[in-house]
């Protein structure tokens, strides 16, 4: 046989609490696709050089994480206008010509996640409001423009790191205090945590929930609880909740797609291979 096995693996440090070699060992298996994906424990001062090494032997792309995601795209020759947008890279594909393509998956992970857990979901319905300006927030926030949500309510506990962010987004993205958090919650048509406020090992999310009503949308991207407290109290208020499990799932179907040439369904097989 001289077709080469393709291989894709996940990029970090560390890596060994990583989901995805058994989110992607299962499509493989599930598919029947001749592939390996593999977890690499690489230090920032090694990427570059791994990265050139991989697709000579037989690698067609990575996933990258923690704390690689904005290094490597000074690395990449080229990038996404989304990974761009973002300030961040989560997937990367090694293309025939020798090219590093970078993209960043997170947001179409969090809105293909959001729209499974609330098919009713309308971005046209009111604010969003995004508790946290990080990484992840960005790919939220971009994602959430893109579809149409008419404004945004950023607030973070760093406010300046807020406005920093809210900069690359135009007028559409408001800032308010952290202290003001709770105040912004009624009227808000979605609610995304996008902090580690409530994950096990952090701090408890301390903001007061009473302004959420029946007909708010509130999603978690912690999934370590799978129901955090947030969670919890909007349930019982009565509102569509959806834990934060469903992005990490969705993200990785682009990735899969691109390196082994079918796209990949999430499942509830799926997301209980995840909670292994």
């Known amino acids: ?112 996640n959001l729209k499974s857990g609330a098919p009713n979901w309308n971005p046209s319905a009111g604010p969003a409001t995004v508790l946290g300006a990080g990484g992840a927030a960005r790919a939220v926030i971009s994602s959430l423009l893109d579809s149409g949500v008419p404004e945004i309510l950023l607030t973070n506990r760093t406010k300046i790191r807020a406005e920093s962010l809210a900069e690359n987004f135009g007028n559409r993205v408001k800032v308010i205090d952290w202290v003001q958090a709770g105040n912004i919650l009624e009227g808000s048509a979605l609610v995304v945590n996008t902090t580690a406020l409530g994950m096990v090992g952090k701090k408890e999310m301390r903001i007061p929930l009473d302004g959420l009503s029946i007909n708010t949308i509130v999603t978690d991207l912690v999934y370590t609880p799978l129901e955090t407290d947030l969670l919890t109290t909007a349930r019982q208020i009565g509102c569509v909740t959806i834990d934060g499990l469903g992005m990490l799932l969705h993200q990785a179907v682009p990735g899969f797609e691109r390196w082994f040439g079918l796209r990949p369904t999430v499942d509830n097989d799926t997301r209980a291979i995840a909670l292994q």
Request: charged share 20%.
């Open 1 to 112: 046989m001289t077709n080469k096995i393709p291989l894709a693996g996940v990029i970090g440090t560390p890596i060994a609490h990583s989901k995805s070699p058994e989110i992607h060992g299962y499509w493989l298996k599930k598919y029947n696709i001749a592939g390996a994906y593999i977890p690499m424990d690489v230090n920032t001062s090694n990427l570059k050089e791994v990265l050139k090494v991989l697709p000579k032997a037989g690698f067609v792309g990575v996933n990258i994480t923690i704390p690689h995601k904005e290094t490597v795209l000074e690395l990449a020759d080229l990038v996404t206008d989304r990974a761009t947008l973002i300030g961040a890279a989560n997937t990367l594909i090694f293309r025939k010509d020798g090219k590093i393509h970078a993209d960043n998956t997170d947001g179409y992970g969090f809105l293909e």
